[in-house]
């Protein structure tokens, strides 16, 4: 019987002929094509989902503060329970907590739904509408703090190590297409069927990636230190990241980019308010970095980033602040989108060489605890950032708080460089190298 995660090719003469960079190598795995899938689906519906329920909220209120309230509703469960996610993750079978957390966001994306039925919401004040929501999302970011560390530990579990460069390539471009085609359908079926029928479209999405999952095999539990205790646990795993200068400043450099490059968070004021485009326009913004992402990773599939990571690292992310400072002082749509799908280039080549020293310097029994402290630093920041910008806009206005964001992100690059030559100096082809003979 064949092992059903076995390379598609899996003959001598191909191993001996394999061209030394192999841009598929990742795909040569029939469960990495599925957790694909799986991803893909899962993205798609949580990105869509955030720009129906951004705009709900706008419609609803017209205040920058509400959509940032957005973020801030999920960020406190997020960071709160992410470090004792991580744990529970490393103690449990992976497959069987990604059923769990997609289970729950279905529960989630059926209750707003229902909140944006008109025949459900006859008679309710906009503040409970609005309340509603915020509660919602509040329990979408308990379900996120399980479900980064969960996919994480998942694709290390798909591939080998050998390939673990190629895998973090081709995840992270089937996240940057999944979240170019959610924010741009989401715009479009706004004008098209309504948001009601939109959030619709949200819940087909969670049920394929629930059909997705169960064509995926249960994983052994790789942590020798089952049942130990919680405290010992979370202090281990952040323990590990603050000793390892690569991780942190990797992580660090990330965080603060994110928190002060929040502009995407201001899009429906800048769609609505400054450049005049409506929900196509606002769905064309928001897809505009993600298909730059994209573009750049399908590229790094072929010409592996590895080389000097480090300092490839710092420049991607100055660059990405140049590109946040262009977009605020724009008043013309189409440079306003160049200046975000420029942004998405260079955040895509930052992307792909942090998922990379994540999964190359991180030992298999800590996965879950340190997704999870890369979900406090990175992902968390995304909704973070949203609340900072939301806050700075009402104080300063829209213009003038992303023009700041791109501008503190320019210091932290220059300050990280200085500060941690570890990092800057860093050159991943060793490690890569270090797998090649892998079966």
């Given amino acids: 019987m064949e ?21 598929y190598e990742a795909l040569r795995y029939r469960e990495f094509n599925v957790f694909l899938i799986l991803r893909f689906a899962m993205v798609f519906a949580w990105s869509m989902q955030f720009i129906v329920i951004e705009w709900q909220v706008y419609s609803l209120t017209k205040s920058a503060l509400s959509l940032g309230i957005i973020g801030l509703m999920e960020i406190i469960p997020a960071v709160s329970m992410a470090l004792f996610a991580g744990h529970i ?27 944006t039925w008109p025949i459900i919401t006859t008679g309710w004040s906009t503040q409970v509408i609005l309340y509603s929501i915020y ?20 694709m290390s579990q798909i591939v080998p190590k050998k390939a673990y460069s190629n895998a973090a390539t081709w995840s992270s471009s089937v996240w940057q297409i999944a979240a170019v085609l959610g924010p741009a359908i989401a715009g479009f079926l706004i004008t098209w069927i309504g948001i009601h029928w939109s959030m619709c479209t949200v819940v087909a999405f969670a049920i394929i990636a629930l ?9 052994p539990i790789l942590n020798p230190k089952i049942g130990e205790p919680v405290m010992q646990s979370l202090k281990e795993g ?12 990797a992580l660090s450099l990330d965080m603060i980019a994110v928190l002060f490059g929040g502009a995407v968070a201001l899009l429906p004021i800048f769609a609505q308010d400054i450049l005049k485009v409506g929900s196509e326009g606002f769905g064309i913004l928001r897809a505009a970095p993600a298909i730059g992402a994209f573009l750049t990773m399908f590229v790094s599939a072929y010409v592996p980033l590895n080389k000097n990571a480090g300092m490839k690292l710092l420049v991607a992310i100055f660059a990405f602040g140049v590109c946040i400072i262009v977009f605020g002082l724009s008043t013309i749509f ?35 605890r340190v997704a999870a402290v890369n979900s406090i630093f990175v992902g968390s920041s995304n909704e973070l950032g949203a609340f900072e910008s939301g806050l700075a806009a009402k104080l300063i206005g829209p213009v003038a708080a992303v023009v700041f964001g791109g501008t503190m992100t ?28 892998e079966d």
């Fill in 3 to 23: 092992r059903p995660n076995k390379p598609t090719t899996p003959t001598k003469r191909y191993s001996i002929m394999k061209p030394k960079n192999d841009p």
């Fill in 135 to 154: 509660f919602l999302v509040f329990l979408g970011g308990l379900v996120r703090s399980f479900l980064g560390p969960t996919v994480f530990s998942l």
């Fill in 410 to 437: 320019l210091i932290t690059v220059f300050a990280i460089g200085v500060k941690n030559p570890v990092l800057r100096d860093l050159d991943l082809r060793a490690d890569m190298e270090a797998h090649e003979d």
């Fill in 238 to 249: 952040v323990k590990f990241v603050f000793q390892n200068k690569t991780i942190l400043g």
């Fill in 89 to 115: 993750v490393d103690q449990n079978e992976k497959k069987g907590m990604l059923l769990k957390c997609i289970l729950g966001f279905s529960v989630i994306s059926i209750g707003l739904f229902l909140l």
């Fill in 334 to 368: 189409w440079l306003s989108v160049f200046a975000l799908f420029m942004s998405g280039v260079v955040d895509g080549i930052s992307v792909v060489i942090r998922q990379t020293i994540l999964q190359l310097k991180t030992p298999d029994h800590m996965r879950g």
């Fill in 211 to 219: 059909i997705a999952l169960s064509k995926i095999e249960s994983k």
